[in-house]
């Protein structure tokens, strides 16, 4: 059985090809459109096929899943075990929900911070007993970078290139703007796993999203270093649960 799952974002779309639980394909694309899905469905013979999407819904897209798998329309309703206390799941993050779900299967009876540091940074937990009740949701770096220059008068925009890893001293505008952003997010992220260190005994904390490798780098010395894991697929394997929860187990 292969399943297709595919994760639209606000800067790029992932598909996955899993068979079974084995990632075999993976790739991330700019945009997504009816002819490209059509035929990479073709070409990797998916049976089942599900969708996660941080953007209004596509119908051409979801068309070409209905016309040509076994298509599950994921949504922050469908389940596999967890007790969601999310009080507004209307608007809780199907990417969000996918990731609970991911780390709910890959570490069970275990507490959980899920970090995603993407275009949104966001902090979500997973309890011991299987109970989600939600988390936080903060800006992410370039929105940060963004912000700055967006709602002052003379700040600059400044760039940054992620695959530099450092952070500068701020000896310039420049350099105070880029210090400001990355040392402020190295901080508040190791404020929320201490944090939740204090309520939350032997808690795992997994790293994912475009910008995971700066936070990895940055938290490597940590005193928190040995908590942290690195996933770049934890949406993925959640919708590729999901299926395997509708389609396999209830069959």
């Known amino acids: 059985m292969h399943n297709l799952v595919i994760d639209i974002g606000n800067t790029n779309s992932k598909l996955a090809v899993f068979k079974g639980k084995l990632l075999v394909f993976f790739q991330s694309v700019p945009e997504l459109n009816k002819a490209t899905l059509a035929s990479f469905i073709k070409e990797q013979g998916v049976e089942y096929a599900a969708l996660s999407s941080v953007r209004p819904e596509d119908p051409e897209l979801i068309s070409v899943l209905k016309a040509n798998t076994k298509y599950l ?4 309703r469908l389940n596999t075990g967890v007790q969601n206390h999310y009080q507004t799941l209307s608007t809780l993050g199907q990417d969000r929900w996918a990731k609970i779900i991911a780390v709910h299967q890959g570490f069970p009876g275990q507490n959980c911070l899920v970090i995603d540091a ?13 109970r989600y ?11 940060r970078f963004q912000a700055l220059h967006h709602f002052t008068g003379k700040l600059p925009l400044v760039g940054w290139n992620r ?6 001293d701020g000896i310039s505008t420049d350099t105070a703007i ?33 910008d995971a490798a700066f936070l990895l780098d940055q938290l490597k010395n940590s005193i ?13 394997k959640g919708l590729n649960e999901v299926i395997a929860f509708e389609y396999v187990q209830k069959d």
């Open 133 to 143: 009740f939600g988390g936080s949701i903060s800006l992410g770096v370039q929105m």
């Open 163 to 168: 695959e530099i890893q450092h952070i500068p």
């Open 224 to 236: 928190y270093a040995s908590q942290i894991s690195h996933d770049p697929y934890l949406v993925l």
């Open 178 to 210: 880029t210090n400001g952003v990355l040392q402020g997010v190295v901080n508040e992220v190791e404020g929320f796993i201490a944090l939740h260190n204090n309520k939350h005994k032997n808690l795992k904390v997994v790293i994912t999203g475009g």
């Open 118 to 130: 993407g275009t949104c940074i966001t902090y979500d937990l997973l309890d011991d007993q299987e």
């Open 73 to 76: 329309p994921f949504s922050t």
